[in-house]
């Protein structure tokens, strides 16, 4: 898949740091919010969800953070590796049926 | 690993030309999307389907784009004629109703129109 966008966002983190992923979304209607990862050639890949009744969901080395106050989402990688280096798309139900609606990307690109 | 399966991986076609995607969609999953990404627009909804009826292609120019499931194995996207502006990746995914778990994305097909 190609990467998103000629202004792409790109967060630089050293390995083992931990990385920490904005996104703004738009509609307050929104009840559904997922994380993607895109590696270079390939498609959008699950990472995390959460619905808008719950601010917090963890994963494995991933953390989910949801303020619907200010409309704003945030992914959270534990001890960053390389194999994280990806694009990675926050995407919303707009609570209408079962279309996502996808953020523009943020690149994270992991130093050694 | 259950996983959505696009043909072809690539396709480079002449400006005029039909066009064919394919998509094979989860075994189960009954909600099949079609998503165009591209440098300027990133990822863009063009259609979906629940249960093989079409539900939203809002996104999808009516004029040369269509999107059918002939049956619940088999999900395509036609553009014809071609346009060189069509010229992207265009991503498939299946789910279940609902989107709990998210959806499972293809790997693309990579369109060229020269």
């Known amino acids: 898949g190609e990467s998103v966008g000629l202004h792409l966002p790109t967060l630089s983190v050293q390995e083992g740091d931990n990385s920490i992923i904005n996104c703004a979304y738009s509609?307050?209607?929104?009840?559904?919010f997922i994380w993607y990862k895109q590696e270079s050639g390939k498609g959008p890949q699950f990472i995390i969800d959460?619905?808008?009744?719950?601010d917090k969901r963890q994963g494995q080395r991933v953390t989910v953070l949801l303020n619907k106050t200010v409309k704003h989402l945030s992914l959270q990688i534990a001890a960053t590796q390389p194999g994280d280096s990806a694009v990675y798309f926050c995407?919303?139900?707009?609570?209408?049926?079962?279309?996502?609606?996808f953020g523009t990307g943020t690149r994270l690109q992991v130093t050694l | 690993d259950a996983r959505v399966t696009q043909t072809p991986r690539h396709k480079v076609t002449e400006m005029g030309q039909e066009v064919t995607m394919r998509c094979q969609p989860i075994?189960?999953?009954?909600?099949v999307f079609w998503y165009r990404q591209t440098m300027m627009q990133g990822l863009e909804l063009l259609a979906y389907?629940?249960?093989?009826?079409?539900?939203?292609d809002s996104g999808m120019p009516k004029d040369r784009f269509s999107a059918e499931m002939p049956d619940a194995t088999l999900a395509t996207l036609k553009i014809q004629p071609s346009e060189p502006r069509d010229s992207a990746v265009y991503f498939c995914?299946?789910?279940?109703?609902?989107?709990?778990?998210?959806?499972?994305f293809g790997s693309g097909t990579r369109l060229t129109v020269v």
């Open positions: 995407a919303e139900n707009p609570g209408t049926a079962s279309k996502l609606t």
């Open positions: 389907f629940r249960n093989r009826a079409p539900l939203d």
């Open positions: 959460i619905r808008s009744n719950m």
């Open positions: 075994l189960g999953h009954n909600t």
């Open positions: 995914a299946s789910g279940s109703g609902g989107g709990l778990g998210g959806y499972t």
């Open positions: 509609n307050s209607a929104s009840d559904y």
